[in-house]
């Protein structure tokens, strides 16, 4: 009988359909449409492995022949490739349509913007402490009722001062046309500096409450990585005019000796924003200029080039 051959036989290596009776299994091979061999089930696992892995390769190899849409597509699995082909997003249409005096208000609009922008990055790392002063004046204690959240309060102006020193001196939207995410990456490297820094402090005044050796921290802003592209302006950074220097000067004097490191770097990401501001001012004078030298040369000059020409001079300089 089949049982009595499966008492034997080996479970590794035999055919798994001796074990059945030998006449459901003559039935078995007689009416199954494929025809069973103890030969497959005898496979090799490493051409199995080759097998899959060829299968990968394949994949692999076939997804760059995939046709690239723009982010902007919905389907970004090639889908209607054929009508992104003549796209182009709209502020490149509307770069090329602008008027060189609109692209110069831009560059200066982008500036003043660059000041509410870094005041609502400092709000957002500081949604703690205000959380806290909002906690205190909705429910507060006799204590902090008699104080009006002074404490709270103070912990909330020095964290939006820090988190605004922080992100000027780091260069946050000191670039016109930088990625969104670099300005993230900096605004979240901010946080993490104001919050390494109020460690540091805590580390100290244990110390100082234990009498134990004020420990030496490094600084919290070294002049070499401040930002991404200071090394190339390094040498202009340390050359301040006097002017400048008597400006530093002076709001240092208002600021705690602690927080001084940030606020001269802040300064100084200050200057670099305005220069930059001032050199792409001045390329977008230039390309005007040479714009409407080209329109001279082809006997297409304009009322208005006549007129701007007489008042820049004959040196061609504003």
Not at 25 to 34: D, G, K, M, N
Not at 214 to 221: A, D, E, G, R, Y
Request: glycine residues 4%; aromatic residues 6%; negative net charge.
């Amino acid at each position: 009988m089949g049982w009595w051959d499966s008492l034997w036989s080996s479970s590794s290596g035999d055919d798994p359909l001796r074990k059945l009776d030998p006449k459901l299994r003559e039935f078995l091979e007689r009416e199954s449409p494929v025809k069973y061999s103890a030969a497959q089930q005898q496979q090799d696992p490493a051409k199995e492995e080759k097998r899959a892995s060829a299968a990968k390769a394949e994949a692999a190899e076939g997804q760059p022949e995939r046709p690239v849409v723009p982010r902007e597509s919905q389907f970004q699995d090639g889908r209607y490739a054929h009508l992104w082909k003549t796209y182009r997003p709209l502020a490149e249409i509307e770069a090329e349509t602008k008027s060189e005096h609109e692209k110069l208000m831009d560059v200066l609009e982008a500036y003043k913007e660059r000041k509410n922008q870094i005041g609502k990055a400092a709000l957002e790392n500081c949604a703690l402490e205000q959380l806290d002063w909002r906690q205190c004046m909705m429910n507060p204690s006799f204590s902090e009722r008699m104080t009006m959240c002074r404490e709270q309060v103070k912990k909330f102006e020095r964290c939006y001062m820090m988190q605004t020193r922080l992100l000027k001196a780091l260069g946050y939207l000191s670039t016109y046309d930088r990625s969104p995410d670099v300005e993230e990456d900096i605004q979240l490297h901010a946080d993490t500096l104001y919050q390494r820094m109020l460690s540091q402090e805590a580390e100290i005044a244990a110390a100082k409450k234990e009498g134990r050796p004020i420990p030496k921290f490094p600084p919290l802003l070294p002049r070499a990585s401040v930002a991404a592209d200071q090394q190339k302006q390094q040498p202009q950074e340390e050359e301040l005019t006097q002017e400048q220097r008597s400006i530093l000067k002076e709001r240092l004097k208002k600021v705690a000796e602690e927080d001084q490191a940030a606020e001269e770097e802040a300064y100084r990401a200050e200057l670099r924003a305005k220069a930059e501001v001032a050199s792409r001012v001045q390329e977008l004078w230039k390309k005007q200029e040479q714009e409407r030298q080209e329109r001279k040369e082809r006997g297409e000059e304009t009322l208005w080039d006549k007129l701007s020409g007489t008042f820049r001079g004959g040196d061609g300089k504003r």
